[in-house]
């Protein structure tokens, strides 16, 4: 059977009134942080909404801790005021005083607990100090507020990331009604962030774990909202974008020209050149601009499609430009070859071998190789390369 223990010896009045101004303010202060945790935001919502998985699990916990911490109070708080009360009296009694404020005078009575809360008490019918169950009040706020803080914090990281995500697809809602119709892949991504929505609302910190996905349907919104956007430019721009690509794809058309008239001399000029394919995409190119206009009012596939056809564009005109420089870099090699030799017969001469017959006949080969057509540019290369050498050698014997 419990029973209430005893106190110790009695205290003195000047004790026992500072006891109860320290205990006085205790119980205010105790009072106002229950209130105020009572007051959060994140606690009245969780108060007033059945929440899921995780979170359901760890509200139902901090709950039963938010019951029992209140009935903690209010023992406490009749103790002291029953101490308050002897004390008015004229004559106080310091033994019963020192009982209350220091012996186990609060009783812990399951009749006062919810039936499915009891098991919250360590003992039925137990009998505790002020102290003890101050510990046991701070114990249960804490399991409450570090449920409420959890959940705070989880809904702070993940509602401002559906919250831009739903403003981007009501700002793309609008772009589409503007466009003339609903989008089919808007409305589902849309359904997809309500899904979120419910999941982070209901289960906050089981969603955590959901972080990616969230990010990823927001970042799919966004993609679409610029996508409908780019359409809605396209629609507002057409006519200009689809001249300035007509003009774009006839300069592919002037690359290509250049690069097969240049491969027409480097034939006549260069002996088997090794050649690369020629382009010929500028055809190709102006068929699918003129295809475009089948899509004229379909804004977003007419948008896609623009898109990579300017992407075509600039890549042919690219091509051609390449090939057509590589194809004229087999003439510059030519040249190039010729102002060598012409470099270093100038060279002999000043070194006073003019007349020399071995490196005139070195210099002969060379020329008639490179001012011959169609030019042997490999054979031109190696004689050139032989006259050098041979200046050179007798330049180094001085």
């Known amino acids: 059977m419990n029973t209430r223990g005893a106190a110790g010896p009695p205290m003195s009045l000047e004790g026992i009134d500072h006891a109860l101004r320290r205990r006085t303010e205790e119980r205010d202060r105790v009072g106002g942080d229950l209130l105020d945790l009572d007051a959060h935001s994140t606690h009245r919502l969780l108060s007033g909404m059945t929440p899921t998985g995780e979170t359901g699990r760890r509200w139902e916990a901090a709950l039963g801790a938010s019951v029992t911490l209140w009935w903690l109070f209010d023992a406490y708080r009749r103790v002291l005021d029953q101490a308050l009360e002897l004390r008015a009296a004229g004559r106080p009694d310091l033994a019963a005083l020192t009982a209350l404020l220091t012996g186990p005078s609060v009783e812990l009575k399951p009749g006062d607990v919810p039936v499915e809360k009891r098991s919250l008490l360590r003992a039925a019918g137990e009998w505790v100090t002020l102290d003890a169950a101050l ?35 009501r700002a793309a809602a609008d772009v589409a009604e503007g466009l003339g119709a609903a989008d089919p892949e808007l409305v589902r991504l849309g359904k997809a962030l309500d899904g979120l929505r419910a999941a982070v609302s209901a289960d906050p910190l089981g969603a955590t774990g959901r972080r990616a996905e969230l990010d990823a349907a927001a970042a799919a919104v966004a993609a679409r909202r610029a996508a409908l956007e780019r359409a809605a430019g396209i629609r507002d721009d057409y006519e200009a974008r689809a001249r300035r690509l007509g003009e774009r794809v006839d300069r592919v058309a002037e690359a290509e020209r250049e690069a097969r008239r240049m491969r027409d001399t480097v034939l006549v000029k260069i ?12 055809r190709a190119l102006r068929d699918r601009l003129a295809a475009l206009a089948t899509v004229r009012g379909r804004w977003l596939e007419l948008a896609d499609r623009l898109a990579d056809l300017e ?87 001085g």
């Open 271 to 282: 002996a088997a050149p090794a050649l690369p394919a020629l382009p010929d995409q500028a």
């Open 135 to 169: 510990a046991r009040m701070d114990q249960a706020y804490r399991e409450v507020a570090a449920t409420v803080a959890a959940v705070d914090e989880a809904w702070g990281a993940l509602l401002p990331v559906l919250d831009e995500a739903d403003a981007a697809r």
């Open 311 to 397: 992407r075509a564009v600039e890549d042919a005109l690219t091509r051609a430009g390449t090939i057509g420089d590589s194809i004229a870099g087999l003439i510059a090699r030519r040249d190039e070859l010729r102002g060598r030799l012409t470099a270093y017969q100038a060279k002999a001469a000043r070194l006073g071998h003019a007349e020399d017959l071995a490196l005139a006949g070195l210099y002969g080969r060379a020329r008639d190789l490179l001012w011959t057509a169609p030019c042997d540019l490999r054979g031109a290369t190696v004689a050139v390369a032989e006259y050098q050498r041979a200046v050179n050698r007798i330049g180094a014997a």
